[in-house]
């Protein structure tokens, strides 16, 4: 079930007691501080909460240098290099990408990488491939997903509502100088991330 773009303008409006949109700016003005929210969430949560932002894009070229920088997908990677979750030679093997402080591997005569065993890693938003001599590669990656505007929904897990709602609060208030209640609410929502994503950091 997706987010309903202006129902959430009623709810943050209720958390700012402002009905009439009198004291903190229009609706267009809290859409804007939603969409931040939205940003926020897609940047700091674990990929396991935003599995609806999932994107797959196939065959796509590898640059001579053996890499795909980001800027060749078809949409901007919610966070960052982390929201890289799997890469496939285009017809072939799964690219097994390891973390940078594994790198060492490479060096070793039974863990060379070939087109039967591909290897990859991530850095400053390209994704490198070994061999280089790797064409074309399947990626799976989180899509920031569109800009919200009034009329529009958000394809979020509606689990995920409160939470966008109160980081909006508080960048609202943040923006009109509620500077203080502003930013406790806004540590209380990222104290909450921070628990949602160690469930799945103690499963790893």
């Given at each position: 079930m997706s987010l309903d773009i202006d129902n959430l303008v009623v709810l943050l409006n209720s958390n700012l007691e402002d009905p009439d949109n009198t004291?903190?700016?229009?609706?267009?003005?809290?859409?804007?501080?939603?969409?931040?929210?939205?940003?926020?969430?897609?940047?700091?949560?674990?990929?396991?909460?935003?599995?609806?932002?999932?994107?797959?894009?196939?065959?796509?070229?590898?640059i001579g240098a053996g890499y795909v920088p980001f800027s060749a997908l078809t949409g901007e990677v919610a966070g960052g290099d982390g929201g890289i979750l799997t890469a496939q030679i285009y017809g072939g093997s799964w690219i097994n990408l390891i973390e940078l402080n594994e790198l060492g591997k490479l060096n070793n005569t039974f863990a060379k990488s070939s087109t039967r065993?591909?290897?990859?890693?991530?850095?400053?938003?390209?994704?490198?491939?070994?061999?280089?001599?790797?064409?074309?590669?399947?990626?799976?990656?989180?899509?920031?997903?569109?800009?919200?505007?009034?009329?529009?929904?958000?394809?979020?897990?509606?689990?995920?509502?409160?939470?966008?709602?109160?980081?909006?609060?508080?960048?609202?208030?943040?923006?009109?100088?509620?500077?203080?209640?502003?930013?406790?609410?806004?540590?209380i929502a990222y104290?909450?991330?921070?628990v949602m994503n160690n469930k799945y950091l103690k499963r790893k």
């Open positions: 004291l903190f700016g229009s609706s267009s003005f809290k859409i804007a501080k939603l969409d931040e929210a939205k940003i926020s969430l897609c940047n700091l949560l674990d990929v396991h909460y935003l599995t609806e932002i999932t994107n797959i894009e196939s065959n796509v070229s590898v065993n591909p290897m990859g890693y991530i850095l400053q938003a390209r994704i490198y491939v070994l061999p280089a001599t790797i064409n074309n590669i399947n990626i799976s990656y989180l899509k920031m997903p569109d800009t919200l505007v009034s009329g529009g929904t958000s394809i979020l897990n509606i689990s995920l509502k409160e939470l966008m709602i109160n980081i909006a609060e508080s960048k609202c208030r943040i923006a009109k100088n509620d500077i203080e209640r502003g930013t406790t609410i806004l540590s104290d909450e991330i921070k």
